[in-house]
């Protein structure tokens, strides 16, 4: 079962932020919670200094879940190298499974998605062509209805091609850093 980043960090805020909370609150020998009274005008400053350490022992666990959420989500180590996670066009669990791609593997792939995207531009050409075939001669389609579907086709379409170029320059970019990465190696050994 793959577990979402999002539901990892708020299990760690949730965890973590009871975990502070039994560290700071007040306990007997034995373990359980205890009552603890102040007089009324230093229970204020009391009150307002507890609180001021709560919020620096938040802040430091929160700063720790962080850091802890960056070494396990793999997705911190793609935006290192330069790919943002709003570019990259699989999920995380298909990016984990290309890791151990050559740079050939993913030059395969940028051609397979360049093939598809150019079949894709073919096929946008002729629905558009035929949109200005309904368009220009309008009793061909009296309600409109071949041409608006023809519409719809087109955006489903237009956003294929987006993704198709998307995964092209994702495996170009991929293969681009695994083959620098490697001569890298090579030249220091």
């Given at each position: ?8 960090a708020?299990?760690?805020?949730v965890?973590?932020s009871?975990g502070?909370l ?8 034995n373990g ?8 009324d005008s230093?229970?204020?400053?009391l009150?307002?200094k507890?609180?001021?350490?709560t919020?620096e ?17 793999p997705?911190?180590s ?7 996670s709003?570019?990259i066009?699989?999920?995380s669990s ?26 894709l ?9 035929r949109i200005?075939?309904f368009?220009?001669?309008?009793y061909l ?22 993704e ?10 991929q ?10 190696l090579?030249?220091h050994?």
């Amino acid at each position: 079962m793959l577990i979402s980043p999002l539901v990892l960090a708020a299990a760690f805020l949730v965890f973590g932020s009871s975990g502070v909370l039994a560290e700071i609150s007040p306990t007997s020998q034995n373990g359980s919670l205890r009552a603890v009274t102040f007089p009324d005008s230093s229970a204020k400053k009391l009150d307002g200094k507890i609180q001021q350490e709560t919020i620096e022992i938040l802040q430091s666990k929160l700063q720790e879940l962080e850091a802890q959420m960056k070494q396990l989500l793999p997705n911190s180590s793609l935006e290192g190298q330069g790919v943002g996670s709003e570019n990259i066009p699989y999920d995380s669990s298909v990016v984990e499974a290309m890791q151990d791609w050559s740079s050939t593997d993913h030059l395969r792939e940028a051609h397979t998605s360049q093939q598809e995207a150019t079949t894709l531009e073919k096929s946008l050409q002729k629905l558009q062509s035929r949109i200005d075939r309904f368009a220009q001669k309008p009793y061909l389609d009296t309600k409109g209805f071949k041409r608006s579907g023809f519409k719809i086709l087109k955006g489903n379409l237009t956003q294929e091609l987006r993704e198709a170029r998307q995964k092209t320059a994702w495996h170009r970019s991929q293969a681009q850093t695994i083959m620098s990465s490697e001569s890298h190696l090579q030249q220091h050994s």
